[in-house]
């Protein structure tokens, strides 16, 4: 069992719809990261979020942390072609100095 | 600033040979990771250096795998012999004191 599920693994959407994807543990962390990776390119970092029930906001995307620090949620309004892409969260372990990532959920907008 | 510079950006080799992949983080960064991903597997940390000295290889698959940093801008990971289940993309990423991960486009090695 992976420390992090994410899920869909795999969705295929129109241009302009909405979705959700999800990253899910039954531990606690202190902090949870977002990464959006393009193909043939590396991960990059979207966003951090630290405290319980925190949402950030970067652009179309909103990302939220839950109450008990286990799980959280990446959605997208609008999505555009450009959203395309695996996106991946990820925890520090305990020192904070390694990360942890979860399987991924692979994204395809279609014009 | 170049950002993490990783090469060769494709490798192909056959089973058996010796394959050396490099990577340069980005400067003024004193840790460097090298991570490994495939579909079944995602994306796997294989080792951490923190100011050139290895500090968690527990994620190294098996002996034909090593890696060195002789300096803080030069980092090599090399698998002797190469076998078809070796085929992934292998990142490098830095990192600062402070600061986050920043990743390498990668190098897609295919071991046939």
């Known amino acids: 069992t992976q420390l992090l599920e994410q899920s869909p693994q795999f969705l295929s959407i129109q241009e302009g719809e909405n979705l959700t994807v999800y990253c899910n543990s039954s531990?606690?962390?202190?902090?949870l990261q977002w990464y959006r990776q393009e193909p043939g390119e590396g991960p990059v970092l979207l966003v951090t979020?630290?405290?319980?029930?925190e949402v950030k906001k970067l652009k179309r995307l909103t990302f939220q942390f839950g109450d008990a620090r286990k799980d959280s949620s990446l959605h997208i309004t609008a999505a555009q072609p450009g959203d395309t892409g695996l996106y991946l969260c990820?925890?520090?372990?305990?020192?904070?100095?390694?990360?942890?990532f979860g399987g991924g959920t692979r994204l395809m907008v279609k014009p | 600033d170049a950002g993490v510079i990783q090469s060769p950006r494709h490798e192909v080799t056959e089973m058996g040979q010796e394959v050396t992949l490099r990577c340069k983080p980005i400067?003024?960064?004193?840790?460097l990771f090298w991570y490994r991903q495939t579909m079944m597997r995602g994306l796997e940390l294989l080792i951490y250096?923190?100011?050139?000295?290895?500090?968690?290889d527990s994620g190294m698959p098996e002996d034909r795998f090593s890696a060195k940093m002789p300096n803080a801008s030069f980092s090599t990971l090399k698998i002797q012999p190469s076998e078809p289940r070796d085929s992934a993309v292998y990142f490098c990423?830095?990192?600062?004191?402070?600061?986050?991960?920043?990743f390498g486009p990668g190098t897609r090695l295919t071991v046939t």
């Open positions: 990820a925890v520090r372990n305990n020192a904070g100095n390694m990360l942890t």
């Open positions: 979020v630290v405290t319980g029930g």
């Open positions: 990423a830095s990192r600062s004191s402070d600061g986050e991960q920043y």
């Open positions: 250096f923190n100011n050139n000295v290895p500090i968690d």
């Open positions: 531990s606690v962390f202190s902090s």
């Open positions: 400067s003024g960064h004193n840790s």
